[in-house]
């Protein structure tokens, strides 16, 4: 879907205004350490969630899913090319976020609590819904939520840190408090900030700042989103709980994954712990420290440099739940490329959306393909094959068996390490020490 233009200062005066006819009596929530008597016994006792890939449910054939999920990982890594280009350029526009993600997840929202599902996002922060009364929303099979009829809902003011931290992407509107516009390379919500009771699998989480949704455009097949991203609006950042994971299933399999987020969380296993990088510009992003890459045996010659995050808030490697394939900056992946492309023993076909794959022998024979090792500072991730070539009989050509990288190039600075290269690992993220996990397990088994 193509990129929705920044919304006009018109549009959000006239947001602003259909805000002063909304008939919510207007008690305030100002205070951002809202959530802290609740911490303690979160981090005891936590949840856990299950989640579902956004084609899991459809009738897609494995093909499709395959080919739809290289379509939206391409439109992903452009826009947070967007979100890069405006952390240098802050005054040129308003802020872009990558989009929706690719996994869904139920939560229940209000007094009495409604049930919504929405997409769970590493690379965004703000949690939200479509509400009442609502402008333009998406279609959904669930009622909208209507703040009216909930007993734990009050409106955020525009003094309220969080109100700040949208600036300039938000506004006041001085008997509702702040209004907000907040837009996706996908598409763009708007509305008004709120605090409400959230509730994930039983576990009541009250004071919960969102966005209540009255202006929704790009979001079909979701009535929300939960932003797990590192800013100050992310439902990590407000519930000041150092550690979340989650374990995601083969892509290719449609079973369930999960995640789990302020349970006391051990990695049990061969675990292989690494750094997380911050960029001083784009507060959301989780970033890795990738030192080099190993196809085979051979090392890839790549400059130390080009993994770096720059000054300027370009390069560095995202790391990612949203986007399902991996991708490269360009030097490195060309260098990744060629050693597959000659270590490979197979003929080269051309399958689209992909860009490097093989045609597979006849009668299933078996194939031994190279290794791929990503060596993160301190921890050497050695993938399984299924998390870097996708594919098999007849899945992508009828009658010819193909297996494809599931690795491309990116043409900006940065890279992304994407989730086809993290399924079936336990992805544990530990903000207090600033590190991350990969801990291999079959993660359709349930996790406790």
């Known amino acids: 879907m193509a990129s929705l233009p920044p919304p006009s200062i018109s549009s959000l005066l006239f947001l602003t205004l259909a805000l002063i006819l909304i008939s919510i009596s207007p008690a305030f929530s100002t205070s951002r350490q809202a959530l802290d008597d609740h911490q303690d016994q979160l981090t005891k006792t ?38 890069v280009l405006t952390a240098k350029h802050p005054k040129l526009k308003t802020t872009v976020y990558a989009g929706v993600g690719e996994y869904l997840m139920n939560f229940s929202i209000g007094t009495p609590p409604k049930s919504y599902y929405g997409f769970m996002d590493t690379g965004s922060d703000l949690v939200w819904t479509q509400c009442q009364p609502c402008l333009e929303c998406a279609p959904q099979s669930d009622p909208l939520f209507d703040p009216k009829k909930s007993s734990s809902f009050s409106n955020v003011s525009c003094t309220s840190q969080f109100c700040l931290d949208l600036l300039p992407d938000s506004n006041c509107n001085p008997f509702y408090g702040c209004v907000y516009i907040y837009e996706y390379g996908s598409g763009v919500t708007s509305g008004f900030l709120g605090t409400e009771t959230f509730t994930f699998e039983k576990v009541k989480v009250p004071k919960v700042t969102f966005g209540c949704g009255l202006f929704n455009l790009g979001f079909d097949g979701s ?84 993994f770096e995050i720059q000054p300027d808030g370009s390069g560095g490697v995202i790391l990612d739940s949203g986007t399902t394939f991996t991708y490269l900056e360009l030097s490195a992946y060309f260098l990744l490329r060629e050693q597959f492309a000659s270590q490979v023993k197979l003929p080269p076909v051309d399958v689209p959306g992909f860009d490097l794959c093989f045609q597979l022998p006849p009668n299933n024979a078996s194939v031994v393909l190279p290794k791929l090792i990503f060596h993160f500072t301190g921890a050497d991730v050695d993938l399984p094959t299924e998390n870097y070539f996708l594919g098999n009989s007849s899945v992508f050509l009828p009658g010819l068996g193909v297996t494809c990288l599931a690795i491309g190039p990116s043409f900006f600075s940065f890279s992304i390490y994407g989730n086809v290269q993290q399924q079936n690992y336990l992805v544990l993220y530990d903000l207090s020490k600033n590190t991350v996990s990969f801990t291999p397990r079959q993660c359709e088994i349930s996790l406790s």
């Open 223 to 306: 009535e929300g989103l939960i932003g797990l991203g590192r800013g100050p609006l992310s439902l990590i950042s407000q519930l000041h709980e150092p550690k979340f994971s989650y374990c995601l299933t083969t892509y290719d399999d449609a079973k369930p994954s999960t995640l789990l987020v302020g349970a006391q969380q051990v990695a049990v296993g061969a675990n292989r712990t690494t750094l997380l990088l911050q960029n001083p510009l784009i507060a959301t992003f989780y970033y890795l420290s990738l030192e080099g890459i190993t196809v085979g045996n051979v090392k890839l010659p790549i400059n130390k440099t080009v």
């Open 46 to 83: 936590g949840f856990k969630i299950t989640l579902n890939n956004i084609d899991s449910g459809g009738s897609f054939t494995h093909s499709e899913r395959l080919y739809r999920a290289a379509k939206r990982s391409s439109q992903r890594l452009e826009k947070f090319n967007e979100m």
